[in-house]
């Protein structure tokens, strides 16, 4: 089945604590980011890849990270969360910009 | 920068007619609609590419007027099922380079 996996799918974390939430796909899908959504606010970008090893920041990259060593893989970095990065999460790839986005399951992040 | 949506909020009921609106400021290639229900990752409607377009699914269909930069949602004779968040994306290239930019979205109420 095609799909965008994410996980963890609800994490509570505290103050300065790394940690990493995975996107994977299966579809060969060239193109991947990562959004966040707050109320309000909508589907915000953060990072974007348009291949291996290849990224650019989207509209609020601070305090996060990407890499893209592998083109299924897209994992999202916190390398010191803070309360204002409480949000819901997406991942989302596809084969290109313009063609549909795959979105993952959503990734719910509390940070105390 | 985010495209501009409106309205804000759509209230129907069940077999009323409505239309969303999306626009941005920048030129643009191509302009995605994703609806998204509560809890729930965005799930894609349609794509309407530069070229004014006018794209149908369903009771749901879209324009891409390019000359203004604007897209237009219609959805026809409105259904419950058709209640949630109503995103546009819009893509913006410049050379290589694209980078695909969400709306706040609407929310859209579909009453019995």
């Known amino acids: 089945e095609a799909q965008v996996t994410q996980n963890p799918r609800y994490l509570i974390t505290v103050t300065g604590k790394k940690l990493t939430v995975t996107c994977s796909q299966n579809?060969?899908?060239?193109?991947m980011s990562w959004y966040r959504q707050d109320p309000g606010l909508g589907l915000r970008q953060i990072y974007y890849?348009?291949?291996?090893?290849?990224?650019d920041k989207g509209d609020v990259p601070e305090g996060y990270k990407v890499s893209r060593k592998e083109k299924r893989n897209f994992p999202l970095i916190l390398e010191s969360p803070s309360p204002n990065q409480t949000s819901l999460y997406f991942c989302?790839?596809?084969?290109?910009?313009?063609?549909?986005?795959?979105f993952g399951p959503g990734t719910r992040l509390l940070v105390l | 920068q985010q495209p501009v949506q409106s309205p804000q909020a759509v209230i129907l009921r069940e077999g009323e007619d409505a239309v969303i609106n999306c626009s941005s400021s920048k030129a643009l290639y191509s302009v995605h609609w994703y609806r998204q229900k509560h809890g729930e990752a965005p799930v894609f409607l349609m794509i309407?590419?530069?070229?004014?377009e006018q794209k149908g699914h369903e009771k749901i269909s879209a324009s891409f007027n390019e000359k203004k930069q604007q897209s237009s949602l219609y959805l026809t004779a409105s259904q419950l099922s058709y209640s949630g968040t109503y995103f546009c994306?819009?893509?913006?290239?410049?050379?290589?380079?694209?980078?695909?930019?969400f709306g706040k979205g609407i929310t859209l109420s579909v009453r019995p």
């Open positions: 309407l590419l530069k070229g004014g």
């Open positions: 579809m060969n899908h060239e193109y």
């Open positions: 994306g819009t893509e913006v290239r410049n050379g290589a380079n694209s980078k695909l930019t």
């Open positions: 989302a790839s596809s084969t290109r910009t313009e063609e549909t986005q795959y």
């Open positions: 890849s348009m291949n291996v090893e290849v990224t």
